[in-house]
């Protein structure tokens, strides 16, 4: 199985460093804005290259696009892999750590020196990025950002579509609703029940 990236810009570039410590042979990157190539690795072409070949066995599909704020375009780009029946990918890094009772979802990306522990639960088409830690028992939901050295607590439940600031810190058994951003280093003490962006220690909502 070779892999396909889906967005050639700096989390590609991490997923390519994960997949070659892994041994995963790369067959390049869909992007119709990237240069000829991405980290040596040929750009194959846009959409329209996907089209042609989505029902190719031998390719799998990883959405590469980063999330710096909305989590659509990720979302977008992983519902339009499923519609056409492509082969998703999951890419975890050798370095991270998953513990063989956690459940890590298709399309989901978990990056160097993550950690995921006993029966946490991370969705589809999720980045749990450069150690970050996921703790025990905790719900992570589809298209959702864990950033660089986040905290997730034991029992936490986080939303679709959200974003964790790096640094960020969610206390135990905290609920975090859908469409939610944590600015980073913030430090959430309580749920937090309406999209929004939440910032500080402790978080309070953005105006």
């Given at each position: 199985?070779?892999l396909?990236?889906?967005?050639?810009?700096g989390?590609?570039?991490?997923?390519?460093?994960?997949?070659?410590?892994a041994?995963i042979e790369?067959a390049?990157v869909?992007?119709?804005d990237?240069?000829?190539?991405?980290?040596g690795y040929?750009v194959?072409?846009d959409?329209n290259w996907?089209e042609?070949?989505?029902s190719d066995?031998e390719?799998a599909?990883?959405?590469?696009?980063?999330t710096?704020?909305s989590?659509?375009i990720r979302?977008?780009?992983?519902?339009?892999?499923r519609?056409?029946?492509?082969t998703?990918?999951?890419?975890?890094?050798?370095?991270a750590?998953?513990?063989?009772?956690?459940t890590?979802?298709?399309?989901?990306v978990?990056?160097e020196?993550?950690?995921?522990?006993a029966n946490?639960?991370?969705?589809?088409?999720?980045?749990?990025?450069?150690?970050?830690?996921i703790?025990?028992?905790a719900?992570?939901?589809?298209?959702?950002?864990?950033?660089t050295?986040?905290?997730i607590?034991?029992?936490v439940v986080?939303?679709?579509?959200?974003m964790?600031?790096s640094?960020a810190v969610?206390r135990?058994g905290?609920?975090?609703?859908?469409?939610?951003?944590v600015g980073?280093?913030?430090t959430?003490?309580a749920?937090?029940?309406?999209?929004?962006?939440?910032?500080g220690?402790?978080?309070?909502?953005?105006k």
């Amino acid at each position: 199985m070779r892999l396909v990236f889906v967005g050639g810009g700096g989390h590609c570039r991490s997923c390519i460093d994960a997949a070659e410590r892994a041994q995963i042979e790369i067959a390049g990157v869909v992007d119709p804005d990237a240069c000829a190539d991405v980290l040596g690795y040929p750009v194959l072409g846009d959409d329209n290259w996907i089209e042609a070949h989505v029902s190719d066995a031998e390719l799998a599909f990883l959405v590469s696009v980063g999330t710096t704020g909305s989590a659509a375009i990720r979302r977008r780009i992983f519902e339009n892999l499923r519609r056409s029946n492509a082969t998703i990918a999951t890419l975890v890094s050798t370095t991270a750590v998953v513990s063989r009772h956690a459940t890590v979802e298709e399309g989901t990306v978990v990056l160097e020196r993550a950690v995921v522990n006993a029966n946490a639960r991370v969705g589809t088409n999720c980045i749990i990025n450069t150690a970050a830690l996921i703790e025990h028992d905790a719900r992570i939901g589809d298209h959702t950002h864990v950033s660089t050295g986040a905290l997730i607590n034991g029992n936490v439940v986080i939303g679709q579509g959200c974003m964790i600031g790096s640094g960020a810190v969610i206390r135990h058994g905290v609920r975090v609703a859908d469409g939610v951003i944590v600015g980073a280093g913030a430090t959430v003490l309580a749920d937090i029940d309406a999209a929004g962006t939440w910032v500080g220690t402790p978080a309070r909502r953005m105006k």
